[in-house]
């Protein structure tokens, strides 16, 4: 199995830089994929291949991945990112193949 | 526009059945992988099972193997969730999710539905 371990929460002021790591044993190998989920909502995907933004997501939104810790990053951040967020990787082994979800991080906007 | 619609949730007593739908509308159904993933109250996501666009190919979880078989109705654009042996711990929201383009096994999903509760309960 494949384990992704997030921090439960993170906080930041209206204007200022989240960051939210997702961290997995030689994470940085993996493509990793990050979903926004606000409350009573579905999720939705923000950032895809570590770094790319689907459109209609803001360029406040990026993601890096290297090493055993990947990043979303939200600049400027606003009242309206306030939501779960939860990071993705796809794993291998033999002929098994599973989705590997982190525990989700709460992002709250002071 | 990608519409995903889960319907078939609802109160099921330990050790029952359930079979879960999902209509999808808006692009072209027989091309996408699927998915469904659970979020148990209060909890984060957890991926259930993923098939592939032909429906020959599938995947599960450690947790719903043996018990829960995931099709496919490419007539009728619509994603299937056989849920048998039903247990407390399988209590979720669950959503249907779409693959992305060109990835007959999706790497990630692209589109979500907005779930539907199934609640195991005697």
């Known amino acids: 199995s494949y384990v992704l371990t997030q921090p439960p929460s993170v906080s930041v002021a209206p204007g200022k830089t989240a960051r939210i790591t997702c961290g997995g044993n030689?994470?940085?190998?993996?493509?990793l994929y990050w979903y926004q989920q606000k409350p009573g909502q579905a999720p939705v995907l923000v950032i895809y291949y570590d770094s790319d933004r689907p459109s209609g997501i803001p360029e406040r939104f990026s993601g890096s991945n290297s090493g055993n810790t990947a990043t979303l990053t939200i600049s400027r951040v606003e009242a309206g990112d306030e939501a779960d967020y939860y990071c993705?990787?796809?794993?291998?082994?033999?002929?098994?193949?599973?989705?590997?979800f982190g525990g989700g991080t709460k992002l709250t906007v002071l | 526009e990608v519409q995903l619609l889960e319907s078939g949730g609802g109160l099921v007593q330990p050790g029952g059945s359930l079979r879960l739908s999902c209509a999808a509308s808006?692009?072209?159904?027989?091309?996408?992988?699927m998915c469904w993933v659970r979020q148990a109250p209060g909890k984060g996501l957890e991926w259930v099972s993923v098939i592939n666009n032909s429906g020959v190919s599938t995947y599960y979880a450690d947790s719903v193997k043996g018990r829960f078989t995931i099709s496919r109705d490419n007539s009728k654009n619509t994603l299937y969730l056989q849920m048998n042996s039903l247990r407390a711990e399988d209590t979720a929201l669950y959503y249907c999710?779409?693959?992305?383009?060109?990835?007959?096994?999706?790497?990630?999903?692209?589109?979500w539905g907005q779930g539907t509760l199934v609640t195991v309960s005697s």
């Open positions: 999710a779409k693959g992305p383009a060109q990835q007959l096994v999706p790497n990630y999903f692209d589109n």
């Open positions: 030689n994470i940085g190998h993996k493509t």
């Open positions: 993705q990787v796809w794993h291998s082994s033999s002929d098994h193949r599973i989705w590997v």
């Open positions: 808006g692009f072209t159904f027989s091309s996408y992988a």
